[in-house]
């Protein structure tokens, strides 16, 4: 569950305390500025709460007295996967994008002769009439555009990525020559 969003906010005196202010919210704004004043009268006036007393704010505190605590920049907590990973992963999205390009190929090219068919100046058949009404034969014309296209822009990276596994998989040898025994 991922966590809720909060702003963070201190002022010049808590900054010095190292204390700080967090609020529910997503962006700084007066409510969040009213929320954060709130939560600071609020541990001013608990006896059990000693990082702060009514004398914490000898001038008074205001809604721009508050700073906005920038939170840190994230970081990536995953090491970086070696490149033959992400060269594999490549190779495995390809076979998933060719095998749905030739299934939508199979189903595509059987509307061939009724494509033909409008631009030729002949009238169609009722067969002819019936396919390019029927709601599938769009939908199966855009599924296949649709896998093409995305088989075509995906290439280049496939190639980069077989330039990188090929080495690790050479033709000819055997598992033996890198000492794995069935």
């Known amino acids: 569950m991922p966590n809720k969003a909060t702003v963070k906010y201190t ?3 808590l900054k010095e305390l190292g204390l700080f202010v967090e609020v529910s919210g997503r962006t700084d704004n007066d409510k969040n500025r009213k929320k954060a004043l709130e939560e600071i009268q609020r541990r001013m006036d608990d006896p059990e709460d000693a990082s702060l007393n009514e004398n914490s704010f000898a001038d008074g505190l205001t809604l721009d007295d ?4 920038e939170p840190p920049p994230e970081e990536k907590s995953e090491v970086e996967e070696p490149e033959i990973i992400g060269a594999v992963k490549a190779i495995a999205n390809l076979a998933s ?8 190929y199979k189903q595509a090219i059987d509307l061939r ?3 033909e068919a409008l631009f030729a100046p002949e009238p169609l058949t009722p067969e002819q009439i019936e396919k390019a009404t029927d ?3 769009a939908k199966t014309l855009m599924k296949f555009a649709e896998a093409k296209a995305a088989r075509d822009k995906f290439l280049p990276t496939a190639e980069e990525a ?3 596994l ?10 033996e020559d890198y000492g794995l025994d069935e």
Do not use: C, Q, S, Y
Request: charged share 30%; net charge neutral; proline share 9%.
């Open 162 to 164: 077989w330039e990188i």
């Open 11 to 13: 002022t010049k005196d």
């Open 97 to 104: 994008l060719r095998v749905t390009l030739e299934e939508a």
């Open 66 to 69: 508050l700073i906005v605590v």
């Open 166 to 175: 090929a080495p690790a998989l050479p033709k000819g040898e055997t598992k």
């Open 135 to 137: 709601k599938n034969f």
């Open 113 to 115: 002769p009724v494509i």
